[in-house]
């Protein structure tokens, strides 16, 4: 455990000093999708959660979301496991002269708070821990929430895979489906590869502040089952919501350049919650409360 947590802290250190101008980019279609993320997310609260309240941030990263909460008008307090992320982020709330809020270096399998929170927001946390530790994950979590708490979280979506017509459609059809029956003949994973083109390709590793993409191990999630994934770790689902769309597989991109991030970035907000975004979201995020 110790070994993955330090391979993802030393990931978001390096990516730290770039990070905002790849995530939060609101002039680059496929740059904006943290901004994106960061809208859905104020929306789900405000109808929610009344002002005045609190909220934990757990994986904060530069600040952005904890800082756009708080001028909102709620009481937010972080945490992140990367000592870069957490210097930027002192350095924000110190230049917006916001007072009252605690920031530190933690991370979310391990840490413990003095006091419970309305609202608890864990987003590009989830897909870079293994079972293991998204178990562990949830009981502190838990443990930080109040009674009627709001959980929320992002994920990657596996179903998405079926989507990319590569190596991950390969990975989800051996995880999947493969294994709903015995079949005498082993090679079923090649004979799927052979119906695609690029069977083995990966899209392009970025550079470490535009993506964790090939730097660290990625764990997604079938959105079809997460309703069952969160009563197992102790949440009552509530809802949904995509995005990070892509309005071809992604593997197009390079013929259409410009026009297919215009048209991915269109599906934004407007397909949120329809169900395209089963298959053509690469993320989503969800909303939960503790189980009564």
Known sequence: MKATLTKIQKHFDDAASNYDNYKYNSSVSMQNIFNIRKKLLIKIIQTQISKNSTALDCGCGTGEVLISLNKKGYHTDGFDISNEMIRITKEKVKKNNIKNV?????NICSFKRNK????VIAFGVFQYLNRYLQKQAYKHILQSIKPNGLFITSYGNSIFSLFTFNKFTVDFFKENIIPLHLWSDKNIDEYISVLLTNPTMEREKGVKSETAHGFLPLYLMNPLTIKEELN??????QGIKFFHFHALPPLIKKYLNDEFSQKSA???IKYAEHWLGYIMAYQFLIYAKPLV
């Open 102 to 106: 605690e920031v530190c270096q933690d």
């Open 116 to 119: 419970k929170y309305d609202v």
């Open 232 to 237: 197992k770790n102790g949440f009552d689902f």
């Open 266 to 268: 269109s599906m934004e």
